[in-house]
């Protein structure tokens, strides 16, 4: 194993013990997706079909949301206040001097979050199935690219947050700003099927309600549409272009 491999390995272990210690965090991205759909899927009317959302009942329609709400809890919430925490505090700063290199800091804190975040996502999928019989995705390896690719997306948008915000308060506050109208996207409210023409065109545009209609049309059986799968594609690259132009270690 080379140094550098070595090191990552060792950072990443620590990260991991620190972020199991963050019983907040892990609440947030792994346990309340799936608690708030219980409390949802528990309303006798979530379990009623409706012709509105193609015969489908509303507690299928928020599966996906439960699954996205935890990349966009784990991506805007969860992972910019650590990281800009660690420059406030000049953690990055220190680290540049030491063959542990910040790059590693980060890659460690965008793996967790988004193992975490597949974590809560499979766990929404189990007990939909098991509590509420949801049927669970047909097209299984079209919802899985889906998956990832709004994982992608929702850590990138994370660390474009990271990369503007120069204090942890600062991220919080740049995170909830934006966290609010992604949800809106991923379909909280509404669901995306269900929202008139005109808007859902508008919202299929932006990173969750693609990835909200990507994951209903693998749900249903069928291959995610390639321009969402594409949408969120995009987002993720110039997401990432952005956060990786705009960072600063100090």
Not at 80 to 103: A, F, N, Q, W
Not at 125 to 146: K, S
Not at 218 to 236: K, M, R
Request: contains cysteine; hydrophobic residues 60%.
């Amino acid at each position: 194993m080379s140094t550098a491999t070595a090191t990552s390995t060792a950072v990443l272990k620590a990260e991991a013990t620190l972020f199991r210690r963050e019983p907040a965090s892990v609440f947030w991205v792994m346990a309340f997706p799936t608690i708030l759909l219980v409390i949802l899927g528990s309303i006798p009317s979530f379990r009623e079909t409706d012709a509105s959302l193609g015969g489908i009942r509303l507690v299928d329609a928020y599966v996906p949301v439960t699954v996205l709400m935890a990349m966009i809890l784990a991506g805007l919430q969860a992972m910019p206040p650590v990281i800009t925490g660690y420059r406030e505090r000049g953690i990055l700063r220190r680290m540049s001097t030491t063959p542990v290199r910040p790059h590693a800091l980060l890659g460690a804190q965008m793996g967790l979050h988004g193992a975490a975040a597949l974590i809560s996502a499979l766990l929404s999928l189990a007990v939909g199935r098991i509590a509420f019989d949801v049927v669970l995705p047909r097209q299984a390896f079209g919802y899985l690219l889906a998956l990832v690719l709004a994982i992608l997306a929702a850590l990138a948008l994370g660390a474009l947050v990271t990369a503007v915000a120069r204090t942890g308060k600062i991220a919080t506050a740049i995170g909830s700003a934006i966290f609010f109208p992604m949800m809106f996207c991923a379909g909280t409210w509404v669901p995306v099927q269900a929202m008139p023409d005109a808007l859902a065109d508008v919202v299929e545009l932006t990173p969750f309600g693609a990835a909200a209609q990507a994951l209903n049309q693998a749900a249903a059986g069928d291959w995610p549409g390639w321009i969402h799968l594409g949408v969120l594609a995009l987002w993720t690259v110039v997401l990432s272009a952005a956060a990786t132009r705009w960072f600063r270690w100090e």
